[in-house]
T-cell receptor
Framework: GENVEQHPSTLSVQEGDSAVIKCTYS??????FPWYKQELGKRPQLIID?????GEKKDQRIAVTLNKTAKHFSLHITETQPEDSAVYFC?????????FGAGTTVTVRA | GAGVSQTPSNKVTEKGKYVELRCDPI?????LYWYRQSLGQGPEFLIY????????DSGLPNDRFFAVRPEGSVSTLKIQRTERGDSAVYLC????????????FGNGTRLTVT
Protein backbone atom coordinates (compact mmCIF):
# COMPACT_ATOMS: atom_id res chain seq x y z
CA GLY A 1 0.00 0.00 0.00
CA GLU A 2 0.86 3.68 -0.05
CA ASN A 3 3.42 4.95 2.48
CA VAL A 4 3.61 8.67 3.24
CA GLU A 5 6.48 10.18 5.19
CA GLN A 6 6.30 13.71 6.58
CA HIS A 7 9.04 16.05 7.86
CA PRO A 8 9.67 17.73 10.16
CA SER A 9 7.63 16.34 13.04
CA THR A 10 7.76 19.70 14.83
CA LEU A 11 8.34 23.20 13.50
CA SER A 12 8.64 26.44 15.43
CA VAL A 13 8.62 29.72 13.50
CA GLN A 14 8.56 33.40 14.35
CA GLU A 15 5.33 35.16 13.51
CA GLY A 16 5.59 36.59 10.00
CA ASP A 17 8.13 34.02 8.83
CA SER A 18 7.42 31.15 6.43
CA ALA A 19 6.84 27.51 7.28
CA VAL A 20 7.56 24.60 4.96
CA ILE A 21 6.47 20.99 5.46
CA LYS A 22 7.63 18.22 3.16
CA CYS A 23 6.12 14.83 2.35
CA THR A 24 7.18 11.89 0.23
CA TYR A 25 5.02 9.05 -1.04
CA SER A 26 5.84 5.59 -2.31
CA UNK A 27 3.22 4.70 -4.92
CA UNK A 28 3.69 6.47 -8.24
CA UNK A 29 0.01 5.82 -9.04
CA UNK A 30 -1.12 8.25 -6.31
CA UNK A 31 -2.94 11.14 -7.92
CA UNK A 32 -4.50 13.26 -5.17
CA PHE A 33 -2.63 15.08 -2.39
CA PRO A 34 -4.64 16.97 0.26
CA TRP A 35 -3.36 18.79 3.33
CA TYR A 36 -5.31 18.88 6.57
CA LYS A 37 -5.00 21.16 9.59
CA GLN A 38 -5.99 19.82 12.99
CA GLU A 39 -6.25 21.99 16.07
CA LEU A 40 -6.08 20.38 19.48
CA GLY A 41 -9.16 18.26 20.13
CA LYS A 42 -10.80 19.18 16.85
CA ARG A 43 -11.47 17.56 13.52
CA PRO A 44 -8.97 17.54 10.65
CA GLN A 45 -9.94 20.26 8.19
CA LEU A 46 -8.94 20.38 4.54
CA ILE A 47 -6.90 23.50 3.82
CA ILE A 48 -5.66 22.84 0.29
CA ASP A 49 -5.31 19.98 -2.15
CA UNK A 50 -3.55 19.30 -5.43
CA UNK A 51 -4.03 16.74 -8.15
CA UNK A 52 -1.35 14.99 -10.12
CA UNK A 53 -1.89 16.99 -13.29
CA UNK A 54 -0.93 20.22 -11.50
CA GLY A 55 2.51 21.22 -10.23
CA GLU A 56 1.59 24.06 -7.92
CA LYS A 57 -1.49 25.57 -6.32
CA LYS A 58 -1.89 28.66 -4.17
CA ASP A 59 -4.63 29.95 -1.91
CA GLN A 60 -3.81 33.24 -0.19
CA ARG A 61 -0.95 32.51 2.25
CA ILE A 62 -0.90 28.77 1.57
CA ALA A 63 0.71 27.03 -1.40
CA VAL A 64 1.39 23.42 -2.28
CA THR A 65 3.92 22.09 -4.79
CA LEU A 66 4.08 18.62 -6.29
CA ASN A 67 7.03 16.87 -7.91
CA LYS A 68 5.72 13.62 -9.39
CA THR A 69 9.09 12.49 -10.64
CA ALA A 70 10.62 12.67 -7.19
CA LYS A 71 7.34 11.64 -5.49
CA HIS A 72 7.30 14.48 -3.06
CA PHE A 73 5.05 17.41 -2.27
CA SER A 74 5.32 20.36 0.07
CA LEU A 75 3.15 22.83 1.96
CA HIS A 76 4.28 26.44 2.21
CA ILE A 77 2.71 28.91 4.63
CA THR A 78 3.84 32.51 4.26
CA GLU A 79 3.48 35.38 6.73
CA THR A 80 2.62 32.99 9.54
CA GLN A 81 0.17 34.08 12.22
CA PRO A 82 -0.55 32.67 15.71
CA GLU A 83 -3.75 31.05 14.41
CA ASP A 84 -1.62 28.93 12.06
CA SER A 85 -0.41 26.97 15.12
CA ALA A 86 -1.79 23.43 14.72
CA VAL A 87 -0.88 19.95 13.53
CA TYR A 88 -0.70 19.63 9.75
CA PHE A 89 -1.13 16.33 7.93
CA CYS A 90 -0.27 15.53 4.35
CA UNK A 91 -1.96 12.66 2.57
CA UNK A 92 -1.83 10.81 -0.73
CA UNK A 93 -4.43 8.69 -2.41
CA UNK A 94 -5.11 6.37 -5.28
CA UNK A 95 -8.84 6.62 -5.77
CA UNK A 96 -10.72 6.76 -2.48
CA UNK A 97 -8.14 5.58 0.07
CA UNK A 98 -6.16 8.36 1.74
CA UNK A 99 -2.87 7.50 3.43
CA PHE A 100 -1.73 10.12 5.92
CA GLY A 101 1.64 11.25 7.12
CA ALA A 102 2.38 11.30 10.85
CA GLY A 103 1.84 15.03 11.13
CA THR A 104 3.84 18.20 11.79
CA THR A 105 3.19 20.27 14.89
CA VAL A 106 3.61 23.91 13.91
CA THR A 107 4.07 26.54 16.60
CA VAL A 108 4.05 30.20 15.62
CA ARG A 109 5.87 32.34 18.20
CA ALA A 110 4.52 35.84 18.72
CA GLY B 1 -25.10 23.33 6.53
CA ALA B 2 -24.52 20.60 9.09
CA GLY B 3 -21.22 18.82 9.02
CA VAL B 4 -20.38 15.21 9.86
CA SER B 5 -21.75 14.36 13.29
CA GLN B 6 -20.33 11.64 15.53
CA THR B 7 -21.72 10.30 18.77
CA PRO B 8 -20.73 9.86 21.49
CA SER B 9 -17.86 12.33 21.64
CA ASN B 10 -16.26 10.29 24.42
CA LYS B 11 -16.70 6.68 25.40
CA VAL B 12 -15.05 4.92 28.31
CA THR B 13 -15.54 1.18 28.50
CA GLU B 14 -14.06 -1.79 30.29
CA LYS B 15 -11.90 -4.33 28.56
CA GLY B 16 -14.02 -7.06 27.02
CA LYS B 17 -17.14 -4.91 26.54
CA TYR B 18 -18.94 -4.16 23.28
CA VAL B 19 -19.20 -0.60 21.91
CA GLU B 20 -20.98 1.11 19.06
CA LEU B 21 -19.88 4.39 17.54
CA ARG B 22 -22.25 6.36 15.34
CA CYS B 23 -21.65 8.63 12.36
CA ASP B 24 -24.10 10.94 10.58
CA PRO B 25 -22.54 12.06 7.30
CA ILE B 26 -23.26 15.25 5.41
CA UNK B 27 -26.59 14.95 3.64
CA UNK B 28 -26.18 13.82 0.05
CA UNK B 29 -22.70 12.40 0.52
CA UNK B 30 -22.61 8.88 -0.87
CA UNK B 31 -19.14 7.97 0.37
CA LEU B 32 -18.42 7.36 4.05
CA TYR B 33 -15.13 6.45 5.72
CA TRP B 34 -13.97 5.38 9.14
CA TYR B 35 -10.43 6.23 10.27
CA ARG B 36 -8.64 5.63 13.54
CA GLN B 37 -6.20 8.16 15.00
CA SER B 38 -3.80 7.23 17.76
CA LEU B 39 -2.03 9.89 19.80
CA GLY B 40 0.62 11.68 17.77
CA GLN B 41 -0.24 9.87 14.54
CA GLY B 42 -2.11 10.58 11.37
CA PRO B 43 -5.51 9.02 10.71
CA GLU B 44 -5.38 5.37 9.66
CA PHE B 45 -7.91 4.00 7.16
CA LEU B 46 -10.36 1.41 8.46
CA ILE B 47 -13.28 1.07 6.02
CA TYR B 48 -14.95 2.77 3.08
CA UNK B 49 -18.64 2.68 2.13
CA UNK B 50 -20.08 3.69 -1.20
CA UNK B 51 -23.82 3.80 -0.60
CA UNK B 52 -24.89 0.91 1.59
CA UNK B 53 -22.08 -1.49 0.79
CA UNK B 54 -18.61 -1.71 2.28
CA UNK B 55 -16.47 -1.22 -0.81
CA UNK B 56 -13.23 -1.70 1.10
CA ASP B 57 -12.85 -3.02 4.65
CA SER B 58 -9.18 -3.88 4.33
CA GLY B 59 -8.19 -1.50 7.13
CA LEU B 60 -10.22 -3.18 9.86
CA PRO B 61 -7.59 -4.62 12.22
CA ASN B 62 -9.37 -7.91 12.99
CA ASP B 63 -12.76 -9.58 13.13
CA ARG B 64 -13.70 -7.79 16.36
CA PHE B 65 -14.35 -4.71 14.25
CA PHE B 66 -17.41 -4.40 12.03
CA ALA B 67 -19.24 -1.49 10.43
CA VAL B 68 -22.63 -1.10 8.78
CA ARG B 69 -24.47 1.53 6.80
CA PRO B 70 -27.86 -0.08 6.17
CA GLU B 71 -29.67 2.81 4.49
CA GLY B 72 -26.74 4.52 2.84
CA SER B 73 -26.62 7.37 5.35
CA VAL B 74 -25.87 6.78 9.05
CA SER B 75 -23.08 4.35 9.82
CA THR B 76 -22.22 2.44 12.98
CA LEU B 77 -18.78 1.09 13.84
CA LYS B 78 -19.02 -1.86 16.19
CA ILE B 79 -16.19 -3.23 18.30
CA GLN B 80 -16.58 -6.50 20.16
CA ARG B 81 -14.53 -7.69 23.14
CA THR B 82 -12.69 -4.38 23.38
CA GLU B 83 -9.00 -4.37 24.25
CA ARG B 84 -6.86 -1.60 25.73
CA GLY B 85 -5.08 -1.28 22.39
CA ASP B 86 -8.36 -0.20 20.80
CA SER B 87 -8.13 3.10 22.67
CA ALA B 88 -7.93 5.89 20.09
CA VAL B 89 -9.98 8.59 18.40
CA TYR B 90 -12.29 7.11 15.78
CA LEU B 91 -12.94 9.57 12.99
CA CYS B 92 -15.71 9.40 10.47
CA UNK B 93 -15.57 11.27 7.17
CA UNK B 94 -17.86 11.66 4.20
CA UNK B 95 -17.41 12.90 0.66
CA UNK B 96 -19.74 13.73 -2.14
CA UNK B 97 -18.80 10.91 -4.47
CA UNK B 98 -15.81 8.98 -3.19
CA UNK B 99 -12.89 8.77 -5.56
CA UNK B 100 -10.78 11.87 -5.05
CA UNK B 101 -13.57 14.02 -3.65
CA UNK B 102 -12.43 15.98 -0.58
CA UNK B 103 -13.11 14.30 2.75
CA UNK B 104 -15.05 16.11 5.47
CA PHE B 105 -14.29 14.78 8.92
CA GLY B 106 -16.38 14.65 12.06
CA ASN B 107 -15.01 15.59 15.48
CA GLY B 108 -14.42 11.94 16.29
CA THR B 109 -15.23 9.65 19.19
CA ARG B 110 -12.50 9.29 21.77
CA LEU B 111 -12.62 5.67 22.93
CA THR B 112 -10.86 4.70 26.12
CA VAL B 113 -10.72 1.04 27.13
CA THR B 114 -9.79 0.54 30.77
Amino acid sequence: GENVEQHPSTLSVQEGDSAVIKCTYSDSASNYFPWYKQELGKRPQLIIDIRSNVGEKKDQRIAVTLNKTAKHFSLHITETQPEDSAVYFCAASIGYKLSFGAGTTVTVRA
Amino acid sequence: GAGVSQTPSNKVTEKGKYVELRCDPISGHTALYWYRQSLGQGPEFLIYFQGTGAADDSGLPNDRFFAVRPEGSVSTLKIQRTERGDSAVYLCASSLQGGNSPLHFGNGTRLTVT
